[in-house]
C-alpha cells in the first residue's frame, strides 16, 4: 500500500527543492511522485501546427522519488511520518507524532 495519495499535502526533505510544500498531483508506478510548483525544468518542445502547439521552451514538474518527500502536518508544521492503524474497522493513515487520522 502506498503511503502517498493524490491531493496530500507534502514537503521535499532532499535536493535543490528541500523545504518546499506542494500537493501530490500523480503518483506514478515507478515509485516517483509529481509535487505541484516543484522540481521544476526546463523543457525544449518542437511546435506542431496540427495539435495547436507554438513551440519553445516551457516549464515542467519532473517527479521526484516518494522517498525524498514527507506527508506535512498541518498541526506540528512538519513533515511526519505515518502509520496504519484501524479505526471503525476500516484501516486508516495515522501521523506518528500525534496519532491523529490523516485529512481529519
Not at 34 to 42: A, L, Y
Not at 64 to 72: D, E, G, R
Not at 74 to 89: A, F, H, L, Q, W
Amino acid at each position: 500500500m502506498n503511503r502517498l495519495r493524490n491531493g496530500d499535502d507534502v514537503i521535499v526533505t532532499t535536493g535543490r527543492d528541500a523545504g518546499r510544500r506542494g500537493t501530490v498531483t500523480a503518483i506514478r508506478k515507478d515509485g516517483r511522485v509529481i509535487v505541484e510548483g516543484v522540481n521544476m525544468v526546463k523543457k525544449h518542445e518542437r511546435p506542431n501546427p496540427n495539435a495547436g502547439i507554438q513551440g519553445g521552451i516551457v516549464e515542467i514538474e519532473a517527479p521526484i522519488h516518494a522517498s525524498n518527500v514527507m506527508l506535512y502536518n498541518p498541526k506540528t508544521e512538519k513533515g511526519d511520518r505515518i502509520s496504519y492503524r484501524e479505526v471503525d474497522g476500516k484501516k486508516q493513515r495515522v501521523y506518528r507524532s500525534t496519532g491523529e487520522v490523516v485529512g481529519s
